[in-house]
């Protein structure tokens, strides 16, 4: 069973409401990062905290945004939601000081439907 | 043209069968590489994890580097109904390691 755990599971909003999803890290993790992905696409990085900064953006807008808490959880908050915004949201997290070269423990993600 | 690139199949071989996946990069900046499995409504998991041109063998997955032609390979061994998934292969750019670069992963169906 994995150690990262996010919520919820499946969320369906509305075009232009905002949206807040919620990981919690695997123990001792103190870099989480949050990937987006499509159908049939690879995961696309959004942003990475580590030790509660942001310390690396993807090519997203910044109504993405994110924060890291103290007891290794962290949030993904998008405003103002898109239909392209749908897409299965993953939650990593990783014990190598903020490079992603140590390789990520990923949650089941968040599948969000924006209609 | 994206810096990864993977055949996404679907892929399909018969239960026993060694399986070959492959990918392509473009960016002579990476030096680590990733194979994840990724089950369907579940997040990528980390298979194998390589560094060097050569070899790594892991149960029954070998990884496989060439970095002079940019090719990574991933081997199944021994394929079970088990295996079926999708396999994503991913490198953190030289440049900026805090993310990782991903193929579109290739989807493999073991038939029993």
């Known amino acids: 069973e994995t150690g990262v755990t996010q919520s919820p599971t499946h969320l369906i909003k509305t075009r232009g409401q905002q949206v807040t999803l919620r990981c919690s890290s695997q123990?001792?993790?103190?870099?989480v990062s949050w990937y987006q992905q499509a159908l049939g696409q690879g995961p696309q990085f959004i942003f990475q905290?580590?030790?509660?900064?942001?310390?690396g953006r993807g090519n997203f807008p910044p109504r993405f945004s994110g924060l890291q808490f103290p007891n290794y959880s962290s949030e993904l908050n998008v405003n103002a939601l898109e239909l392209d915004d749908s897409a299965l949201y993953l939650c990593?997290?990783?014990?190598?000081?903020?490079?992603?070269?140590?390789?990520?423990?990923f949650g089941s993600g968040t599948r969000l439907t924006v209609v | 043209q994206k810096e990864v690139e993977q055949d996404p199949g679907p892929l399909s071989v018969p239960e026993g069968a060694i399986v070959s996946l492959n990918c392509t990069y473009s960016?002579?900046?990476?030096?680590?590489f990733m194979w994840y499995r990724q089950y369907s409504r579940k997040g990528p998991e980390l298979l194998m994890y390589?560094?060097s041109s050569g070899n790594k063998e892991d149960g029954r997955f070998t990884a496989q580097v060439d970095k002079s032609s940019k090719y990574i390979s991933l081997f199944i061994r021994d394929s079970q109904p088990s295996d079926s998934a999708t396999y994503l292969c991913?490198?953190?750019?030289?440049?900026?390691?805090?993310?990782?670069?991903w193929g579109a992963g290739t989807k493999l169906i073991i038939k029993p």
């Open positions: 990593a997290s990783s014990s190598g000081q903020g490079r992603g070269d140590y390789g990520y423990t």
């Open positions: 123990s001792g993790h103190n870099t």
């Open positions: 905290y580590y030790r509660e900064e942001e310390n």
């Open positions: 960016n002579s900046a990476f030096q680590y």
């Open positions: 390589t560094y």
């Open positions: 991913a490198s953190p750019p030289g440049d900026s390691n805090y993310q990782l670069i």
